[in-house]
């Protein structure tokens, strides 16, 4: 058995037996890519997996390196988005580094697979403006806004972060109203010891921000095209 399929199995039973849940893969890039992606073609034919999310800044690798050509080429093949983590990393992971995980370092390998589905996470952040530029001059390119509102001890500080992104993003999109249409829902996340647990301010964002038309394709829409090929 390899090494990361005792993780995957329980994870994969644990999504089939949900119905709103949906799992998408990864690839450890320090491990042999190759066998990692003969499994992972598996999930993609068995529809069990609906895209790849990488993680260059943990990993110390650009998006743009050679050895990723055949996880866009994988995606590319199953219609499925690749997933860059994208901008700021874990504040404990200290050995991260910000300039392989910088939105401008999607834009080549965007250029080099026009047909693989990008999504650059958490909307770059800090970097949003960047992502923005990458999105508006990539068709295949997309974000979401999950991420950067966190949960705090200060009620204070919540609203003022909450406030700061609908600013920001309202800059942004005055800059780049294309980009509006390609943005998803997204929200804080959620680890092995602690649980997701900011919902409601992404949602005022996204009501603050997007008109009543473009809300649908951010909280629904948008996803439903990138990871299901259909909009319902
Ligand atoms: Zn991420």
Known sequence: MAWWEDDLNDLLKFVAAENNFFLVGAVDTEKNI????SAL????????IVGIKL????????????????IAKLCQKYDKPLVFH?????????????????????????????????????????????AATVIYKNKNVFTDISGTIEKTDSKKNAKDVLAQYIAD???IFSYYPHAKSKTMFGTDYSGENFSLCEITPY????????SKKEQDSVFHGLAERLFFGTQK
Do not use: N, W
């Open 169 to 171: 993003l309202r800059r």
């Open 203 to 210: 949602v005022k964002l996204v009501k603050q921000v997007f």
């Open 34 to 37: 190759a066998d990692q992606l």
């Open 41 to 48: 073609e598996k999930l993609f034919q068995e529809k069990r």
């Open 86 to 130: 994208s901008g700021t990393t874990y504040s404990e992971q200290g050995g991260a580094l910000f300039k392989y995980a910088h939105p401008i370092c999607i834009d080549e390998l965007a250029v080099k697979f026009p047909q693989c589905k990008i999504i650059i996470s958490h909307f770059g952040f800090p970097y949003c403006m960047e």
């Open 55 to 70: 993680y260059p800044g943990y990993q110390y690798f650009y998006p743009s390196d050679e050895k990723i050509f055949p």
